[in-house]
């Protein structure tokens, strides 16, 4: 699928039920996205009425006639099997993170473990939303525990409402492989 | 292998003695020994960001390093080595080993601006006040339009209308002075660290005098620019700055961007303490983007994606 070559290119986004996934897609996708939610039955982790249990994806077709493909994770552990799936073949991932969710920072941890391995290195950014909340953990506290763990990514404090924001995100991942394949080149 | 004298301050004894702990478990670990010391004889400060601001005033004029403990919630001050409550073995092992990098380097003097770089001097006032507690008093910058930043508490207070002009750059402040006014009722806060990425990327065109000309610079950690503000040419030397050591030259060589903006750039990442020094040889030349050829079909690729994303006119 992130076939450069063949004008094709994805961009995964992953993250914990209710992050902002399926909206972040919404917010840039030239199409409607296709959507795989349901009623959601896991109340205890969030309140969403609906949830992702395949995917979502969206799409967004560049000047020269290149093709970036977004495809959205379900959040859900227990749809892990999934994630391997649809990560598989991408240019870059950007995980989202609510941070007033209870172990947010874990949450981190969980998704950067599983989609670091499936992207080019360094090509993963953090969105962390509603990080101006009562409660909420800030964006630094992200940053630390990354740095903490030797984890070089950028951690962005995003509203994926906002198209600008999201924008922002997928501007970083451009910025990160950009520097990368140019230095590939050397 | 070097051993550095390391004195902790402004901790209670249990977590004093957790410290020390740590040492002697990363005996033999870390890129360098380090023994406890008093304050007097140490090479580096470990020190709860509440310890005596006079403690931490004096040894800020030493010009060696230290390296801040904050709570769990705490902003994170404008400073290159600082570490949240509760500290691991293995963060305070990553921060010893930076702190050792630093310390390799050569020792860069006296952190005071020249005369007539006004800019200099507004970020070396605000690198003096920031620490302080409120309880130390407030110290305020004022614009030529009469705007008023306050800084006290490991943050900056000031209008809506004030903060916007910071984040936009329109503001020109001056030194920040001690005074005995309260921020202005209405003022909102912000971490005193995001002040100062502004007053550094409102710095100069020269390098920051803090800033060794000869060194290699990496980010240790991104800049939120989803709460600071992005602009493109900060992003891609982020970008670059992130991937690998770079001097301010091999930045402006390898990211296409002016040295001006690079040295700007570098204020700001260190004045948030984002940015650390490492031994040149370490740094690699880096291929301009700008200039490496056409690769069949990334860059052609990258190119209209950027398009797409305003990244380019």
Same mark, same amino acid.
């Given at each position: 699928?992130?076939?450069?070559? %063949? ?56 000047? /020269? ?67 101006? %909340?009562? /409660? ?12 903490a763990r030797g984890i070089l990514a950028p951690v962005l404090s995003v509203d994926v409402r906002r198209k600008a924001d999201v924008m922002l ?8 492989? %950009? ?8 | ?48 960001? &509440? ?42 092992? +990553?921060?010893?080993?930076?702190? &050792? ?6 020792? $860069? ?23 302080? *507690? ?27 209308? *004030? ?8 503001l020109a402040l001056g030194t920040f002075q001690p005074t005995t006014d309260w921020p202005a009722a209405g003022a909102e806060r912000l971490p005193? $660290? ?23 610079? $990496? ?27 770079? *001097?301010?030259?091999?930045?402006? +060589?390898? +990211?296409?961007?002016?040295?001006? &903006? ?17 031994? $040149? ?7 301009? &983007? ?24």
């Open positions: 699928m992130n076939d450069v070559a %063949e004008g094709e290119f994805k961009i995964v986004f992953t993250g914990p039920m209710g992050a902002g996934k399926t909206t972040a897609i919404a917010a840039i996708s030239e199409i409607d996205p296709v959507r795989t939610e349901v009623a959601n039955n896991d109340r205890m982790s969030h309140e969403k009425a609906s949830t992702t249990v395949g995917f979502d994806y969206g799409r967004i077709t560049l000047p /020269g006639g290149g093709v970036v493909r977004l495809y959205g994770t379900p959040g859900q552990p227990r749809f892990r099997f999934m994630w391997s799936i649809v990560g598989r073949g991408a240019a870059g991932a950007i995980v989202l993170l609510d941070a007033t969710q209870p172990g947010a920072l874990v949450q981190m941890d969980l998704f950067v473990d599983a989609f670091r391995p499936l992207v080019p290195e360094g090509a993963l950014v953090v969105g962390v939303g509603r990080t101006t %909340e009562d /409660g909420a953990l800030n964006s630094d506290t992200f940053a630390s525990r990354l740095e995100l997928v501007q970083t991942l451009a910025c990160i492989l %950009e520097t990368q394949n140019g230095n590939a080149y050397a | 292998m070097a051993t550095y004298k390391i004195c902790d301050i402004g901790f209670a004894p249990d977590a004093s003695h957790a410290l020390h702990s740590m040492f002697k478990i990363m005996e033999g670990r870390a890129q360098a020994s380090w023994v406890p010391a008093t304050l007097d004889a140490a090479d580096v400060l470990l020190a709860n960001v &509440t310890a005596d601001p006079l403690a931490l005033s004096a040894w800020s004029r030493s010009g060696k390093p230290v390296i801040f403990v904050i709570d769990e919630r705490g902003s994170f001050p404008p400073a290159p080595f600082v570490l949240r409550h509760p500290v691991r073995v293995m963060q305070l092992l +990553s921060m010893l080993d930076n702190v &050792t990098e630093h310390l390799r380097e050569p020792r $860069r003097q006296a952190t005071v601006a020249p005369e007539g770089t006004c800019a200099w001097r507004v970020a070396e006032s605000l690198r003096a006040v920031a620490m302080h *507690t409120v309880e130390r008093g407030w110290n305020v910058a004022e614009d030529a339009e009469g705007a008023h930043v306050w800084v006290g508490g490991g943050h900056a207070h000031a209008l809506p209308a *004030t903060l916007a002009a910071l984040r936009e750059g329109r005193v $660290r995001d002040l100062a990425w502004y007053v550094g990327l409102a710095g100069d065109e020269s390098l920051a005098p803090w800033l060794d000309a000869g060194a290699a610079f $990496r980010l240790r950690r991104w800049p939120d620019f989803g709460r600071l503000g992005a602009r493109v040419e900060l992003l891609e030397l982020a970008a670059h700055a992130a991937a690998r050591p770079c *001097t301010p030259a091999l930045l402006a +060589s390898g +990211s296409g961007q002016p040295l001006a &903006t690079v040295n700007r750039f570098l204020a700001a990442a260190s004045m948030a303490g984002l940015l650390v020094a490492v031994p $040149r040889v370490e740094a690699v030349p880096v291929a301009s &983007t700008a200039a490496a050829p056409p690769a069949r079909g990334w860059r052609r690729f990258v190119g209209d994606l950027r398009k797409h994303l305003g990244l380019v006119a």
